[in-house]
């Protein structure tokens, strides 16, 4: 069997599972989980995009939108309150968890049958900067900033309840 012939269903797997998450995003009234559900909505688009070959975009996608999910929680757990008012969602959970599995999935039997799993060769840390500087510095000037940005919120966060 030819591993490219799995590929449309792979897409297609990723594709309606991204779109039920993202139903979810906009249904759910709790931003905890609305949030929850942003962050399983990007995870599954980074999938597919590895998917399609783009695997510098897919980890950029993670660190950014991934990051950007995951402060948006913690920025609503700390302006809501973790005793707020919270609705129940029967659903959400099992479609969160199922997203998940589906991506993990979809991502390990990709490997295998792509053979994305393989040793590298042995790099030194000087040709791994200078191949990451020669090719790849919009990509990693983006990646810094956008973590210190989240670092300086989360920290910003943090220190929002002290006293002077």
């Not at 269903?9 to 993202?22: C, N, Y």
């Not at 993670?62 to 929680?73: R, T």
Request: charged letters at 10%.
């Amino acid at each position: 069997m030819n591993p490219f012939d799995l590929l449309p269903l792979f897409a297609l797997i990723l594709g309606v599972a991204s779109i039920i998450s993202a139903y979810f995003v906009i249904k759910t009234k709790d931003l905890i989980y609305a949030s929850s559900m942003l962050a399983v909505l990007a995870s599954l688009t980074a999938a597919l995009i590895a998917l399609l070959g783009y695997g510098i975009v897919s980890a950029y996608l993670v660190l950014v939108y991934v990051g950007a999910a995951v402060m948006f929680i913690i920025i609503a757990i700390s302006m809501v309150g973790v005793g707020s008012r919270e609705t129940k969602e029967p659903f959400l959970g099992f479609a969160a968890g199922a997203a998940l599995a589906i991506t993990i999935g979809i991502v390990i039997l990709a490997g295998k049958f792509y053979n994305l799993y393989t040793y590298p060769e042995y790099v030194t840390v000087t040709q791994a900067a200078s191949g990451l500087l020669t090719h790849y510095l919009p990509v990693v000037a983006l990646i810094i900033i956008a973590q210190a940005a989240t670092l300086v919120e989360a920290i910003s966060i943090s220190r929002r309840g002290e006293k002077k």
